[in-house]
């Protein structure tokens, strides 16, 4: 049986191996200004910091952003693409990039973006999940309840949402209402 080697401790941290790791990061995943700063928090707690100093988290984030490797805008406005496309409403854009870390501000384009796409991201999702015109056949109260809790549930509006419910199925509604 052999004897495994005891692991060796990793050293703490310096400013330097806390930047590769940055570089590291922002290369292999499109990244949020906040997530970044939390994984180099997470590097720290689990490694240590060896400089006198208090680690430069924030300087390393600032200028990886100036430098363009972290782009908050641009993965607000690919998130909203990438949810628009699987049928997902505005609220869970939101509520996505809330996770993301990303602010107002850098978020605002995407979500002007889903806003106006909002009717037929509502059209895309009930078209993936046979819901209202697109139905197979007319549904009974139940099936109609359960449609209404996934389509909020995918972050569509109450009144969008009703109005696709309502379709009879291959009647499919027009954006303005009429």
Known sequence: MQSRRP??????LDSAALERLALGYAGRYATSRARLADY???KLA??????EEDPPVAPIVARFVELGYVDDRAIAEAKART????GLGERRLAA?????????RDARAARAQAAA???TT??????RKR?????????????????????????HSVDDTRRIIAAAPGDVPEPDGN
């Open 46 to 51: 689990e490694r240590g910091w060896a400089g």
């Open 83 to 86: 949810l628009g496309a699987r």
């Open 40 to 42: 180099l928090r997470r």
């Open 7 to 12: 692991l060796r401790a990793r050293p703490a």
């Open 122 to 127: 509502a059209l895309r999702f009930a078209e």
């Open 131 to 155: 819901i209202g015109p697109f139905a197979d056949r007319e549904p009974d109260e139940k099936a109609r309840r359960r449609a209404f809790a996934a389509m909020m549930r995918a972050g």
């Open 96 to 104: 996505a990039l809330g996770g993301l870390g990303i602010s107002d």
């Open 117 to 119: 796409d909002a009717w």
